[in-house]
Structures are given as C-alpha cells and as structure tokens.
C-alpha cells in the first residue's frame, strides 16, 4: 500500500497558550552565581539561558518557572542535596528581604534578555517560619500548614507577585502548591495537603487575590497534580464543588509522572463528560530513572510523553521540570557539574524536545492529521500536527524504525515550501536535513525524531 498522512486543517483542537517552558528550580540559586565560561569561552549562566530561551540558537522556550523557596532561617530538615533547600525572601522579624536568591533572579532575568515571556511563580512548600516543623517538608506526611496560617501565605505569595510585576516581571501564573497528594517527608522541599484542606487553602487564596488590583489578570495554576491519575479525581472534585474556586479552574495544572497513556486517555473523557470548560495545563515532567544516558533512548521517551499530552490530554503548554541537574539521574535538559563547573553537557533528550519547541510556536493549534500506513509501520511510527500562527503546518514524527516514504494529502496547494529537522543518533542534533520545493512526499529516517514545517513560498 501506499503510506499517506492526510491533513484536515479545518478541524481544530487546543491552542498552545503557553508555549513550552523549563524550571529554574533547583539550579539556578547556585549555579547563577558561578563565573565559569564553557569550553568555547562564554560564561557557563549565558550558555545555559541562550540554550533554553534563544529561538535561533536554543530551544526557544517561552516560559521560566520561578521557584519561591521556603528557607527563612537555615533549614535543618532532611534535603537530599544542598541545592534542594531555597532562600526565601521572607525575614524572621515577617519583613522582606529581595536582595536575597540573587543568583536565582540573575538567571531570571538571563532568561528574560534571551527570549522568555511569561513567568510562573511557584513554591514546593510554605516558608518554614509559617510551617507546623519549621522545616520545608512534613515530619509525619501530613499537613505543614496550619489553617492559622493560610492566611499568611497567601499574603506573603501575592506581596512577591506584586513586587516581580513592579520590576517589570511577566508574571502570568501563581502557584503555591505543588503536588499535594504525596507525603513529602524530607529530600526536598514539599508540603502535604488533604482535598479539603487544599479547598480551604485555595478559597483564601483567592480572596488574598482578589484584593490586589495588580494581580486581576494573573492566572492562579490549580492544583500541580503529581499525577493524572489515582486521587487526582478526588482532589478535582473537591475543588470544583468550591463555588470560590470553581470560576477560578479553568485549567488543571497537571505533571506527566508515572501515568499510562490509557490513564491519560481515560482523564481526557472524564474532562469531556463532567467538566468540558477544564484545560489540561502539562506543568512538569523529568524522566524518572537513575543515570544519565546522553543518547537516543531518553530523547525518545521525552518525545513520546510530550506527544502523549499534547494529543491524548490536548495540553495548552508543556513545561520541564529541572533545565539543568548536577545529578546522576534523568532529570536534565542540560548538565553542569558542581566541582567543574565549565563542564555543560547536552543530551539529546534536549534536542528531542526541541523538535516541538523550536517549530510549534506559542498560539499554535493543534490540527487533525492521520497516518493511513501499513501495519508493520504503524507500530513505529507516530505524528502530531499544528497551525502556527504564522500560517506554517509543522508535524513532529516520533519513528522508533526503519526510513518510511510518507506521501501526503489534503495540504493546500499554497504551501510549497518545506524544511526537515532530524535528531537521531548520527549528530544531527535538530539541524535541518532537507527542504526546499515541495513535491507531495517526503521520508521520515530511521531511528528519529523529526520535524516537517511546511510554508507557503
């Protein structure tokens, strides 16, 4: 048979509001004070922005996740690491201090100079002078807030997102709570919320928000679930009964850990049946898994979960969770080392993800496109298609087989123009491979990740 991708781009499905986006935390309150330069001569904090947020020569990566940290006074809990505890820019006599994290903000602001637009403010745990332990994580895997203290947080979160947006900040989102389903008992910093504490926490929130004129049109990130799965239904209900909340969950802000794409599937119809007007926000995701493999295998399993949100949860943005890691684990898109610290590695989990973020542009939409190949293919070969705002159709290929000839369809007759990006194992690294005149075919390589952009010449 003849292997075919047909497009129908009359029909639609989610916008990428957010574009694509990576964490600062936990790296940048370190490694933004390092004066290293790399092996080509530039300081080690300008590689690393222009790799992430640079759209001609990085990923171009449109959001920047500021982390808020929970240390007031040294925190003398359990941390995995000395990068895993941050300073906070609240002091022990409840003043603020924003001479503090300067490493962190001066990678704020290197990411901002390369091309990020919109901020996320967001926090693992309260401060630890609001905390029941006076510790950044639990000591019994409950609640390290007290309902006395809501209060305090709320006004302590908005008195920083008002301060970032009077410097000029892009601030788009806050987000005091992450991942409240699990215990976080120590390792990082981490807090514990039960569904109707994180309700009751959340409605005071709002009204703190509600108060602040310059925080109208800030988006508050509701509720960075660990997992779309298990309890994330419970916690889902409880808050959609809230009717403070409810008009505020317009998205549920979600991480990629763990799920099957059968779960991703059966939370998508869930949201179709119950709560149509709810988006899926993808807000982190490192692969989770001990070592550090620079080659194909983890670029391909970052694209897969990528591509699984983006076309089985119609994610409005997807964000990484570590930009860079000092760590022996696969959670990086780049690597630094802490004794040697000129030493930048780029996987090529990096640029797999670049296949999407370096060509679907912010405001793209999703568009239907279908493979109609045979059934030996059809098990290694896989696609997912935007309209850019540009006009440009752009469809990443995840092949984990042989070359496959590809004719296609349905394209108008105005766009006659393509270019190909390939990472694979031979080098290519994204770079673009192929172009030029377009003759209704194209071969997708073997063993790849790859990008077609179609143009009108």
Not at 124 to 131: A, F
Not at 182 to 188: D, F, I, S
Not at 348 to 376: C, M, P, W
């Amino acid at each position: 048979m003849q292997n075919k991708i047909t497009y129908d781009i009359d029909t639609k499905y989610q916008t990428m509001e957010e574009g694509f986006g990576a964490s600062g935390c936990w790296w940048s309150p370190d490694v933004g004070g390092w004066s290293a330069t790399t092996d080509s001569g530039e300081d080690i904090r300008e590689a690393i922005a222009r790799l992430l947020y640079d759209k001609q020569t990085g990923l171009g990566l449109s959001v920047y996740r500021y982390n808020l940290g929970a240390a007031v006074t040294p925190d003398k809990g359990k941390y995995s690491h000395y990068w895993r505890t941050i300073e906070s820019f609240l002091t022990e006599d409840g003043t603020y201090d924003f001479s503090r994290d300067a490493n962190g903000r001066y990678m704020l602001n290197l990411a901002l100079k390369y091309g990020a637009s919109e901020v996320v403010l967001f926090a693992n745990s309260p401060p630890n002078s609001l905390t029941k332990n006076g510790k950044g994580h639990s000591s019994d895997g409950k609640c390290n807030l007290s309902k006395e203290n809501y209060q305090a947080y709320a006004k302590y979160f908005c008195d920083i997102a008002e301060h970032f947006i009077s410097q000029g900040v892009p601030v788009v989102a806050l987000s005091p709570v992450n991942e409240p389903e699990w215990e976080w008992k120590g390792g990082q910093e981490g807090c514990h919320y039960e569904p109707q504490e994180l309700v009751a926490f959340y409605e005071v929130f709002i009204k703190e928000m509600e108060l602040r004129p310059a925080l109208k049109n800030i988006k508050l990130s509701i509720y960075e679930s660990g997992v779309v799965a298990g309890r994330i239904y419970e916690y889902l209900e409880a808050l959609m009964a809230s009717d403070i909340v409810r008009p505020y969950l317009t998205h549920i802000d979600a991480h990629s850990y763990w799920a099957t794409i059968h779960e991703k599937k059966a939370f998508k119809q869930y949201l179709q049946e119950k709560y149509p007007e709810v988006k899926v926000s993808m807000t982190e995701w490192c692969q989770m898994q001990n070592g550090r493999d620079a080659g194909l295998n983890p670029a391909f399993t970052i694209a897969h979960v990528v591509m699984d949100d983006l076309v089985e949860l119609d994610a409005t943005t997807w964000q990484y969770w570590l930009a860079v890691s000092c760590y022996h684990y696969e959670d990086g898109l780049l690597y630094v080392s802490v004794e040697d610290k000129n030493n930048l590695q780029i996987p090529l989990r990096y640029y797999a993800f670049g296949q999407f973020t370096k060509h679907i542009q912010k405001g793209a939409v999703r568009i239907k496109s279908e493979l109609n190949i045979d059934a030996e293919i059809s098990t290694q070969l896989r696609q997912c298609s935007f309209l850019n705002p540009n006009g440009d159709i752009v469809t990443v290929y995840i092949n984990n087989g042989k070359a496959v000839d590809l004719f296609n369809v349905n394209i108008p007759n105005d766009y006659n123009m393509y270019n190909m990006y390939v990472t694979d194992a031979t080098g290519t690294n994204g770079q673009m491979i192929g172009g030029g005149n377009f003759t209704n075919s194209i071969t997708i390589p073997e063993q790849s990740i790859t990008t077609v952009v179609y143009s009108r010449g």
